[in-house]
């Protein structure tokens, strides 16, 4: 089992900056992969951004040259740095890891609050 806790949410006015942490615990080996999502009120649930074995990055379009993902697996964290914060950026943030690799199996943390407001 893997157990993923976010935190660095908060409320932060629009232009503004936060740095999303991921910390990973349990059977954190053959990591394919981890990312961030979101979901705000009334939406899907969209991948942000991802970063694979190789470290290899992917982006939404929407934060793209904004958002910053980035990985320490000594540290078994994930991170996710904003910058130009909008309000429709205003979501929950899911940490995510996906595990294995002919047989996946996903992960998902409880979530951090995410909030772009004057």
């Known amino acids: 089992q893997v157990q993923l806790v976010e935190s660095g949410g908060g409320l932060v006015q629009p232009g503004g900056s936060l740095n999303l942490t991921c910390i990973a615990t349990?059977?954190?080996?053959?990591?394919?992969?981890m990312g961030w999502y979101r979901q705000a009120p009334g939406k899907q649930r969209e991948l942000v951004a991802s970063i694979n074995h190789y470290e290899n990055t992917n982006y939404a379009d929407s934060v793209q040259g904004r958002f910053t993902i980035s990985r320490d697996n000594a540290k078994s964290s994930l991170y996710l740095q904003m910058n130009s914060l909008k309000p429709e950026d205003t979501a929950i943030y899911y940490c995510n890891l996906v595990r294995g690799w002919s047989v996946l199996t996903t992960y998902w943390g409880q979530g951090t609050e995410v909030t772009v407001s004057s």
């Open positions: 349990g059977s954190i080996s053959n990591i394919n992969r």
